[in-house]
T-cell receptor, first 116, second 113 residues
Framework: GNSVTQMEGPVTLSEEAFLTINCTYT??????LFWYVQYPGEGLQLLLK?????DKGSNKGFEATYRKETTSFHLEKGSVQVSDSAVYFC???????????????FGKGTLLTVNP | NAGVTQTPKFQVLKTGQSMTLQCAQD?????MSWYRQDPGMGLRLIHY???????DQGEVPNGYNVSRSTTEDFPLRLLSAAPSQTSVYFC????????????FGPGTRLTVT
């Protein structure tokens, strides 16, 4: 079946440090890939996405590239801020024909804490 | 737009009690779904709906019922609460079933004692 594996947390960084959160996936077919972010006490919100191989998603200084050869979608940011402290979820969607063929699969989430 | 709203924000139940978690969206989205979030487990799909009158089971449907009588509302019913259902519940919606972006509600934190 489909699955998403992301690095275990928690991750603790100092402000302005470089961030990488690894994400790999297993899927039959050609999934779309996403990073969602959950700030404390809130629901998830879409951070970025990529729908085909070699696409790069980017938003708010975060980037991730869809690598089909390594089945990966690692999240990176060059200089994190305290306000980036949150839980980050990698996810994939795949399916066709609607209804029961649709599935959105999440990784377990990675807690990021950025200290001033 | 209010987006996706959920009520209540917090709830404590005793084992065996029943209750309904409410979810509503005002974006005219066809696709709605319920997830539960547990520590170290990520989000797991409970039930989903691709339109009014159509629902289907997700990954962990046991102990939960849903119905979709209108486009806007998608309530989740716990028939007989168990401690294993202690979790944070999120409702989400999107324009279509395969839409890139899911819009999530703020969540309901449920404790079953």
């Amino acid at each position: 079946g489909n699955s998403v594996t992301q690095m275990e947390g928690p991750v603790t960084l100092s402000e302005e440090a470089f961030l990488t959160i690894n994400c790999t996936y297993t899927a039959t077919g050609y999934p779309s890939l996403f990073w969602y972010v959950q700030y404390p006490g809130e629901g998830l919100q879409l951070l970025l996405k990529a729908t085909k191989a070699d696409d790069k998603g980017s938003n708010k200084g975060f980037e991730a590239t869809y690598r089909k050869e390594t089945t990966s979608f690692h999240l990176e940011k060059g200089s994190v801020q305290v306000s980036d402290s949150a839980v980050y979820f990698c996810a994939l969607s795949i399916g066709s024909g609607g209804g029961s063929n649709y599935k959105l699969t999440f990784g377990k989430g990675t807690l990021l804490t950025v200290n001033p | 737009n209010a987006g996706v709203t959920q009520t209540p924000k917090f709830q404590v139940l005793k084992t065996g009690q029943s209750m309904t978690l409410q979810c509503a969206q005002d974006m005219n989205h066809e696709y709605m779904s319920w997830y539960r979030q547990d520590p170290g487990m990520g989000l797991r799909l409970i039930h989903y709906s691709v339109g009014a009158g159509i629902t289907d089971q997700g990954e962990v449907p046991n102990g939960y019922n849903v119905s979709r009588s209108t486009t806007e509302d998608f309530p989740l019913r716990l028939l007989s609460a168990a401690p294993s259902q202690t979790s944070v519940y999120f409702c989400a919606s999107s324009y279509q079933w395969d839409s890139d972006e899911q819009y999530f509600g703020p969540g309901t934190r449920l404790t079953v004692t």
